[in-house]
T-cell receptor
Framework: DGGITQSPKYLFRKEGQNVTLSCEQN?????MYWYRQDPGQGLRLIYY???????QKGDIAEGYSVSREKKESFPLTVTSAQKNPTAFYLC???????????????FGSGTQLSVL | QQQVKQSPQSLIVQKGGISIINCAYE??????FPWYQQFPGKGPALLIA?????SEKKEGRFTISFNKSAKQFSLHIMDSQPGDSATYFC??????????????FGKGTKLSVKP
């Protein structure tokens, strides 16, 4: 059953704490992404990775960090520097082939992060 | 210039009616315009997409209309059903060095279809 698995579904963070959101894909996709979704704000890109051991900042990278040690995995750490972390976090992947006419993103089911 | 402006923010339609969601952009270099559908508690999923070389694309009850000169594109849902109740996002991207760049999303439209 191919797809993207995000865990946990709900996560609570205490003041000053770092938390890590997991994202695993078995679609053999090269590219992976993290988006943040706030009500009425659409999807904003946090970080993305087009290949293992490489990643780039998106539009709102401050207070977040990522790693891409394996093709299947792209964990996101929300650090204590992120002062407003409450949001719905979405992980996505795509094939990123250079000849692809349709850059389809496949999304996970998301993690809702809340601050205690 | 990198924004995609989506309207309305919310929409209520009667069952069987037509739902219309509009998006506008400024950057004429955008060359790929998808629509994503998101149900509560789930991630978005690609619904339909269009490139600027065509003015309309239809898939079942869903149609994208594209107006290149006005820099606008819209999603029409014919014969709207309660199961279509979801949040819809338009998006756009530019081809960068032979591959598609990152998607820029609109802020979303929450559609409710009343029985």
């Amino acid at each position: 059953d191919g797809g993207i698995t995000q865990s946990p579904k709900y996560l609570f963070r205490k003041e000053g704490q770092n938390v890590t959101l997991s994202c695993e894909q078995n679609l053999n996709h090269d590219a992976m992404y993290w988006y943040r979704q706030d009500p009425g704000q659409g999807l904003r890109l946090i970080y993305y990775s087009q290949i293992v051991n490489d990643f780039q900042k998106g539009d709102i990278a401050e207070g977040y960090s990522v790693s891409r040690e394996k093709k299947e995995s792209f964990p996101l750490t929300v650090t204590s520097a992120q002062k407003n972390p409450t949001a719905f976090y979405l992980c996505a992947s795509s094939t990123r082939r250079t000849t692809a006419r349709n850059e389809k993103l496949f999304f996970g089911s998301g993690t809702q992060l809340s601050v205690l | 210039q990198q924004q995609v402006k989506q309207s309305p923010q919310s929409l209520i339609v009667q069952k069987g009616g037509i739902s219309i969601i509009n998006c506008a952009y400024e950057n004429t270099a955008f060359d790929y315009f998808p629509w994503y559908q998101q149900f509560p508690g789930k991630g978005p999923a690609l619904l339909i997409a269009i490139r600027p070389d065509v003015s309309e694309k239809k898939e079942g009850r869903f149609t994208i209309s594209f107006n290149k000169s006005a820099k606008q594109f819209s999603l029409h849902i014919m014969d709207s059903q309660p199961g279509d109740s979801a949040t819809y996002f338009c998006a756009a991207s530019i081809k960068v060095r032979g591959s598609q760049g990152n998607l820029i999303f609109g802020k979303g439209t929450k559609l409710s279809v009343k029985p």
